[in-house]
C-alpha cells in the first residue's frame, strides 16, 4: 500500500508536459493577438480608403465650380450656349433650361430643379462623367440682377434680359452654382457657390 502511495504522490509530482502547455497557451494568445491586429489594419485602410474617396468628392465638385462659371460666361457674351459647348462630351450639356436660367428668361428665375443625386428626381442642367473617377451633376440657377456696385447705374434704365446694351456694363447678375458628385461605395460630394457675373460676359466674382 505504501508503495503504491509512493507512486501516486511520485506521479503528482511530475512537471512532464507543463512546457508544451504552456507553448500551447502562449500560442493561443498570439494567435489572437494577431487576429485582432490584423482586424484592426483592415479598418483603419478601410477607413482611410473612404476618406480619400470623400476628399476626392468635395475636390471633384469644387473643381466643377469653374467650368460652371465658364458656362455662365460663355453664354452671357454669346446670349446663347455656345456651339462649341453644346459640341463638347464633357461636360454634357442639357440647353433647356440651362440657357433659359442664364439669359433670365422670365418663368425660370430661381427655377426649383435639382441635381442632387440624392433626389427623387435629379434634373441637372449640366454634367461631367467620370471626372477623376467621378460623375457631377451640375445646378446652375439665376437668383437676380442688380446694379453693379459703385457703377453710375443705380437709377439708370430698366434691366432686360442679360442685359445687354448700354445698361450691360453696370449690371451684375447673381447665380448659384451647385455642384453634386457621386463615386465608388455610395460616396457623395455636394460644393455650393454664389457668383456674382457681369451681364456682358466678363468675369465672374465668387461672392459666398
Known amino acids: ?21 504552456t ?3 502562449l500560442t493561443v494568445i498570439l494567435t489572437v493577438i494577431g487576429i485582432a491586429a490584423i482586424t484592426t489594419t483592415s479598418m483603419d485602410l478601410k477607413l482611410a480608403g473612404g476618406e480619400r474617396l470623400r476628399e476626392g468628392s468635395i475636390n471633384t ?4 465650380l469653374s467650368t460652371s462659371v465658364q458656362i455662365i460666361q460663355q453664354t452671357l457674351a454669346n446670349s446663347a450656349v455656345p456651339a462649341s459647348i453644346l459640341g463638347a462630351t464633357t461636360p454634357v450639356i442639357w440647353q433647356a433650361p440651362l440657357e433659359s436660367e442664364i439669359m433670365g428668361v422670365p418663368g425660370f ?9 440624392q433626389a427623387a428626381s435629379p434634373v441637372p ?15 446652375i440657377d439665376r ?10 447705374l443705380a437709377f439708370a434704365a ?9 445698361a450691360g456694363g453696370g449690371v451684375e447678375v447673381l447665380y448659384r452654382i451647385s ?8 460616396t457623395y460630394g455636394h460644393v455650393t457657390g454664389v457668383y456674382a457675373c457681369v451681364a456682358t460676359g466678363d468675369s465672374c466674382q465668387r461672392k459666398i
Open 1 to 21: 500500500m505504501r508503495r503504491q502511495m509512493f507512486k501516486k504522490q511520485a506521479i503528482l509530482r511530475r512537471e512532464d508536459g507543463i512546457a508544451m502547455l
Open 23 to 25: 507553448i500551447l497557451m
Open 61 to 64: 465638385a469644387e473643381a466643377c
Open 109 to 117: 428665375e430661381q427655377n426649383t430643379d435639382t441635381a442632387d443625386w
Open 125 to 139: 442642367n449640366a454634367q461631367i462623367p467620370n471626372f477623376g473617377g467621378f460623375t457631377v451633376n451640375i445646378d
Open 143 to 152: 437668383l437676380f440682377a442688380r446694379p453693379k456696385p459703385g457703377s453710375s
Open 158 to 166: 430698366g434691366y432686360e434680359g442679360s442685359g445687354a446694351g448700354a
Open 179 to 186: 455642384c453634386y458628385s457621386f463615386g465608388g461605395l455610395n
